[in-house]
């Protein structure tokens, strides 16, 4: 049996890990048409490249917003435990970091993309760089190869598209998968950038907060005209020139990119940020503190008053906010006014206004809709022969190595060729 596999990412290469060490006397073939496989992958996890999450593999579909109970068999097949044993064995060791992410031992995502090409190397996988495939060939609506960029036509008994998504196109993610299943019968869904920032109200000035990251807050994300909340997480964001990121941010974006009307609702000024600086107080909690704060300050300039309480960077932007003269003496502001800093402090308020480019999306939301496609096999269920695997898929996560688990799963499912 002759195997063809279009990728040469995480989901490739599990692909042919899957199908070599489960079939005997199988040909396989990776055709990655960039110079090297796994640039996607290298700057996973900024550099450091999150393998996977370490909790239960129960778990993932409820991290999973897109289309998760797809991956049932898939996670069960190939799970967590799974990738972070083969790359053991292959002698990338791995630690546990806050959030449950999974990371090598030695932050470098190079380690894990050597660890997945030597193991294929060592079950004889040809591999070839710089051959790219612009169609998958059929005949009576059954696999029979693939032809290049050249005109080559590579004859084949199975083809599997592992080409991923079409975000940060430079590392080869540009979408031209898409394109070879939709030349096939297969239906995309709408692209979208999902683990993607957010676009801010121009008036809500977050470019003065530039830069300035928050660890331990609770975030919530209403649409307004329901009052409904649509995500809320706890940790870490970041204020950027055009809005708000970091992972918290990012997760939520996974879930926003799938709300029902969401543009419009973008358009109408009715998606809310809403941020919780001291979630670990309640408001008469935090009223306390902050009396606390003025009575060792109440000499001093309200402006002076909140070194104690809010990063350096904040406190300009809360004084504005609060409405409070700034060169007020802090025994003179009134309790109401206090009040209103409490509020303040614990619901910062945001209108979120777009989502940032495509290209700027960690991952792809669409794909191969899966409707057509068999999710115990991977197998399309309009060509024979033909399988897919990773962000192809129209599946995806929250951050947290999920969405690479999504490919090592999805890879090594479609690679058994069932």
Do not use: W
Not at 13 to 31: C, G
Not at 313 to 336: A, L, W
Request: glycine fraction near 8%; charge should be positive.
């Amino acid at each position: 049996m002759k195997l063809i596999i279009i990728g040469g990412g995480p989901a490739g290469l599990l692909a042919a890990i899957s199908a070599a060490s489960n079939h005997e006397k199988i040909d396989i073939t990776i055709l990655e048409k960039m110079n090297m496989l796994g640039k996607k992958l290298l700057i996973t996890g900024k550099g450091r490249c999150n393998i996977t999450s370490d909790i239960d593999i129960s778990e993932f579909i409820s991290n999973i917003p897109g289309n998760g109970k797809f991956l049932y068999s898939a996670f069960k097949n190939f799970t967590n435990l799974d990738i972070i044993k083969l790359l053991n064995n292959q002698g990338v060791e791995t630690k546990v970091e806050r959030g449950n992410r999974v990371f090598p031992l030695s932050d470098k995502s190079q380690d894990v993309l050597n660890a997945l090409v030597k193991k294929a190397q060592k079950l004889n996988i040809k591999i070839k760089t710089n051959s790219r495939v612009i169609k998958i060939l059929k005949n009576n609506d059954e696999v029979i190869g693939v032809m290049l960029e050249t005109g080559e036509k590579i004859i084949a008994d199975k083809v599997i598209l592992a080409t991923g998504g079409n975000t940060y196109k430079a590392t080869g993610s540009n979408g031209e998968g898409y394109e070879l299943a939709r030349n096939l019968g297969h239906t995309i869904t709408k692209i979208k950038p999902s683990l993607v920032p957010l676009v801010a109200s121009k008036k809500d000035n977050c470019i003065s907060l530039q830069g300035l990251s928050l660890k331990n807050v609770s975030i919530k994300l209403v649409d307004t005209e329901k009052d409904k909340i649509i995500y809320e997480d706890f940790g870490e964001m970041i204020f950027t020139h055009f809005g708000v990121s970091g992972p918290t941010i990012l997760s939520s974006s996974a879930y926003l990119v799938r709300y029902k009307n969401i543009e419009n609702l973008m358009k109408e000024n009715k998606i809310k940020l809403y941020i919780d600086l001291k979630p670990a107080l309640s408001e008469e909690k935090l009223d306390k503190r902050i009396i606390r704060d003025f009575e060792e300050s109440k000499n001093k300039q309200f402006k002076h008053s909140l070194n104690n309480l809010l990063p350096s960077k904040m406190i300009d932007y809360i004084i504005q906010k609060s409405n409070i003269e700034p060169n007020k003496k802090v025994n003179e502001i009134t309790k109401e006014e206090r009040n209103n800093l409490v509020k303040l402090i614990k619901k910062i308020e945001i209108t979120v206004k777009n989502f940032r480019p495509l290209d700027e999306g960690i991952i792809t939301a669409g794909g191969i809709n899966i409707k057509e496609i068999n999710s115990t096999t991977m197998e399309s269920k309009i060509v024979k022969g033909l399988y897919f695997a990773g962000e192809i898929i129209d599946v995806d996560a929250y951050t947290g190595g999920f969405n690479l688990q999504i490919a090592y799963s999805t890879g090594y499912t479609a690679g058994l060729l069932k």
